[in-house]
Structure formats: C-alpha cells, structure tokens
C-alpha cells in the first residue's frame, strides 16, 4: 500500500481545500508552509486517523474552530469551545468602532456586554493598554473561556490592568457607581423561528447567544435602555445587530435620546452596527 501523505490527503478530501488544510495542520502540528514543503511525507496511520475523523465531523457540519478549538479575531488566537460564539470577522467593526471613539479619551472605561470568548473585550485591551475594560455574560462556562482567553492574550503589567470579568445578566451585577466611556455588545439579535437558527454553524453554537427566543431585539432594548444610567458625559453605545435591524435598532437608540445616532457597514456593504453619544 502507497504511504499517505499530506498531499494525499488533501486531494481525497471532501471539505473545500482551505478547511482540509486547517484541520491537517492542526492534527500534525504544523505550519501550513509545511503541508509545502513536506508535502510527500509518509504520516503514521494514527494521525491519519485523527485526521480523517475530524474530517468526517467537519463533514457532517460541526464548526472548524470548534474542532480545532481556536479561532482569529483582530490579529489574536482565541480559544473556542461549544460553550461560546464562533468570533466573526464582521465583529471586527465593532472593535473598530470602539476603538476610534476612545482615540483621544486617557485611561478610557470600556464595557462589553455579553462577552462569550472575550474576543471584543480582549482586542480592545490589546490596542488600548491603558484602558480600563470590563466584560461580562450570564454563562459561567462561557466566562471560563474568556478568563483563559484574557489571561493567554494580553500583557500581564498592562497599564490598565486586568480584564474585570463578571458573571452578570446585562448589567446586574455591575457596581452602580461605575460609568464608562464606551459601551460595546454582540448580543442575541436572531429572531425566534429564523431559519439560520437550523444552518451551518449556528447548528452548534450556543443558541442563548445567537437568539432571544423573541423577535430579535429584546436584549438590543434591554441594553439601550439600561445604558443611559452607565454612560459617562458624552460616552458612546455600539452594538452589533442582525443584516435587517439597523433602522429599528437607530430608532431605539433616538428614542431613548441619544445623539449622532448612526449606523456603520462591514465590509459586505451591510449595516451591521449602529450606535450613538449620550448628551453631556
């Protein structure tokens, strides 16, 4: 029998060919200039067993970060497990955003709601060291990731210290006493009954974070209206929102009476946060 090689591999593989190569080079270890340059390497039957099994599951629809058990978000690593939101590159913006509206506030406060693998939180705290971040979710286990995620991804002397990381039902469990300069949330924002909920990896995502089992903005609403009480003097609110949501979601943020109230599009040209000033 013919040894099997990486190559080999990779040409019987029913996965699109970017998929096939993440998961081989997870199982051996590798670079992914090595698939190149040891391309016609013989591999030992037990990596290609692994291989081949989480083939299969990848086959069968179960999400690559969750079988390779990372994911890349802002230029960083982040540790994925079942028990959190896949980060996305359109959540990118967000962090964008956040980041432009603190660009000339020293040691800025900055919250994020719903934190999941910490992935908003943390790649902010990366690019601010001085500012001062808090992240928050009601899932223990999702918190435990973003702990992990924290604790591997930034700088243990940075100047703003360490994330504050809270168990909270949106801001429960937050000192009343604490206002912030920026507030950011990728909330549940999928309507109950949407057909996505049943397609790709959303299939395997924790479905508390990617639906409010009602019509898609009742925790959208439920941050808008606590944020007033939070915001520091002139302080932004960004959220993340559904492809559809951003007229309701601007309309939601004018009547609760913020200002410059707008919407910003990813690169797909879709409006995919929206947020606004609270008035000094």
Same mark, same amino acid.
């Given at each position: 029998?013919?040894?099997? &090689?990486?190559?080999?591999?990779?040409?019987?593989?029913?996965?699109?060919?970017?998929?096939?190569?993440?998961?081989?080079?997870?199982?051996?270890?590798?670079?992914? &200039?090595?698939?190149?340059?040891?391309?016609?390497?013989?591999?030992?039957?037990?990596?290609?067993?692994?291989?081949?099994?989480?083939? @299969?599951?990848?086959?069968?629809?179960?999400?690559?970060?969750?079988?390779?058990?990372?994911?890349?978000?802002?230029?960083?690593?982040?540790?994925?497990?079942?028990?959190?939101?896949?980060?996305?590159?359109?959540?990118?913006?967000?962090?964008?955003?956040?980041? @432009?509206?603190?660009?000339?506030?020293?040691?800025?406060?900055?919250?994020?709601?719903?934190?999941?693998?910490?992935?908003?939180?943390?790649?902010?705290?990366?690019?601010?060291?001085?500012?001062?971040?808090?992240?928050?979710?009601?899932?223990?286990?999702?918190?435990?990731?973003?702990?992990?995620?924290?604790?591997?991804?930034?700088?243990?002397?940075?100047?703003?210290?360490?994330?504050?990381?809270?168990?909270?039902?949106?801001?429960?469990?937050?000192?009343?006493?604490?206002?912030?300069?920026?507030?950011?949330?990728?909330?549940?924002?999928?309507?109950?009954?949407?057909?996505?909920?049943?397609?790709?990896?959303?299939?395997?995502?924790?479905?508390?974070?990617?639906?409010?089992?009602?019509?898609?903005?009742?925790?959208?609403?439920?941050?808008?209206?606590?944020?007033?009480?939070?915001?520091?003097?002139?302080?932004?609110?960004? *959220?993340?929102?559904?492809?559809?949501? @951003?007229?309701?979601?601007?309309?939601?943020?004018?009547?609760?009476?913020?200002?410059?109230?707008?919407?910003?599009?990813?690169?797909?040209? *879709?409006?995919? *946060?929206?947020?606004?000033?609270?008035?000094?």
């Amino acid at each position: 029998m013919d040894p099997v &090689t990486p190559t080999a591999l990779l040409r019987a593989s029913p996965l699109p060919p970017l998929e096939a190569r993440i998961l081989l080079t997870h199982v051996l270890g590798w670079r992914h &200039t090595q698939l190149i340059t040891r391309s016609e390497e013989a591999l030992d039957s037990p990596v290609v067993e692994r291989y081949r099994a989480l083939e @299969a599951r990848r086959a069968a629809g179960e999400p690559v970060a969750q079988l390779v058990g990372a994911r890349e978000f802002f230029g960083l690593d982040f540790d994925v497990t079942p028990d959190v939101l896949i980060p996305r590159p359109e959540t990118e913006l967000l962090v964008e955003t956040a980041l @432009a509206a603190l660009e000339n506030t020293p040691r800025p406060r900055v919250l994020d709601l719903g934190t999941g693998t910490g992935a908003i939180a943390v790649a902010i705290a990366s690019m601010r060291p001085d500012a001062r971040v808090w992240a928050l979710d009601r899932s223990a286990e999702a918190l435990a990731v973003a702990t992990r995620n924290a604790a591997r991804l930034l700088d243990g002397g940075r100047p703003g210290g360490a994330v504050t990381l809270l168990q909270s039902d949106w801001y429960g469990s937050l000192d009343t006493t604490l206002h912030f300069d920026v507030i950011v949330s990728n909330p549940p924002y999928i309507a109950n009954g949407d057909p996505h909920l049943l397609q790709g990896d959303l299939r395997f995502e924790p479905r508390a974070a990617l639906t409010d089992e009602a019509d898609g903005l009742s925790a959208i609403r439920k941050i808008i209206a606590g944020a007033p009480t939070r915001l520091a003097a002139n302080g932004v609110l960004w *959220i993340e929102h559904g492809y559809d949501q @951003a007229q309701a979601v601007r309309g939601l943020l004018s009547a609760q009476g913020f200002a410059q109230v707008r919407s910003e599009q990813d690169l797909a040209g *879709i409006e995919r *946060i929206s947020g606004g000033r609270w008035p000094n």
